[in-house]
């Protein structure tokens, strides 16, 4: 595997592999390799992420740090009377779909011999950290708002990392962190593009699921869009191997009460609008700056989709509808849903295949029930 760590606006290469950012102009780097699928190997593989193998860039089998994760169940069923499928991201080891960026990024971490990670998170992300480092041997330090759930806290500690709360905001914390960096290797799922190369096992999911088609598109939560930007990368590493002939239109979430993407789409602006963080049901996507934002942006529009927001309302009424319907989730991931009825009002954009997903499981949220 020819693997290169680009910066994506100087297109300089990356001088070691533990730098995961431009030293020149401070851009995260982005990860240049060919990913195949070779889909009759894939057919007889375990039903787990690593079944696509020859697309994630971890060069030997021994640094992988695996649960088994991923090929969650795809199911369909029917909002207002509209065909809806699932991905069942909630069932994920750690109960979120994180899972899928900390197995491929720690098992690169394995790969360099790092003994010590820290990690900066809302919650999910510290978690799913923590219990890969925990399975590979590597300690591990979250960082997290002193306002996160004190389910994910408790769940990130009990794993075996050492949490730190940061009084303010989630950018407060993200600053701390970086100060820390100097001690640690800095395993960040935002910044770190390992991270996205996990996630983009997502779209490879759905087109296996759906009999090896893309969907028309696909309905996701975006906080700081780890998850958009992998599964952008997911479907255009498909289309390169002329496995799907299109990318869906990639259709983008936030709640009112944080929406520097949905109000950048509204208003036009090809960057983030700067916004007061307001308190929300959605804690796992409450980010203010986002560093990918322009990128995020222009991807959604590339795609022929946009961004929306909802309200805390009816996030709220979703989590409890959808829970009653069988499908318990965090409410983070309600957004989502909120933004399915959204879409739906809308009768072109109910035509054809519509995906979404349950990103994090219900047990997450006590404390708001
Ligand atoms: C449950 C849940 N859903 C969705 C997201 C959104 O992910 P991203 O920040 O990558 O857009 C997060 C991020 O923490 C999350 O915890
Ligand atoms: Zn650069």
Known sequence: MLIRMICPTCKKASPDPAVYRCPDCGEPFE?????RFPIEKIRQRKANLWRYREAIPI?????????EEGFTPLLKFDIKGYPIWVKQDHLFPSGSYKD????????YVRSMGIKSVVEDSSGNAGCSIAMYASAAGIECEVFVPQVTSPAKMEQARMLGARIRKIPGSRQETAQAVLEEANHAYY?????NPYFMQGTKTLAYEIVEQMDWKAPDRLILPVGNGTLLLGVYNGFKDLLRAEIIAEIPKLIGI???SCNPLASAWEQKSVKPISVVLQPTVAEGIAIAQPVHGE????????????????????ILRNWREM??????????SATAFAGIERVLENEADAKGRTVSLITGHGLKSVGHF
């Open 59 to 67: 060069e030997a089998d021994k640094d992988i740090v695996s649960f």
């Open 323 to 332: 829970a009653k319907k069988g499908f318990f989730m965090e409410l983070t």
């Open 187 to 191: 395993a960040s799922h935002v910044y």
């Open 31 to 35: 990860l240049e390799f060919e990913a």
């Open 254 to 256: 936030q709640t009112e």
């Open 100 to 107: 899928r960026g900390a197995s491929v990024l720690i098992s």
């Open 295 to 314: 990128r995020i942006l222009k991807v959604v529009k590339e795609t022929g989709g946009y961004l929306l927001s909802v309200t805390e309302e009816s």
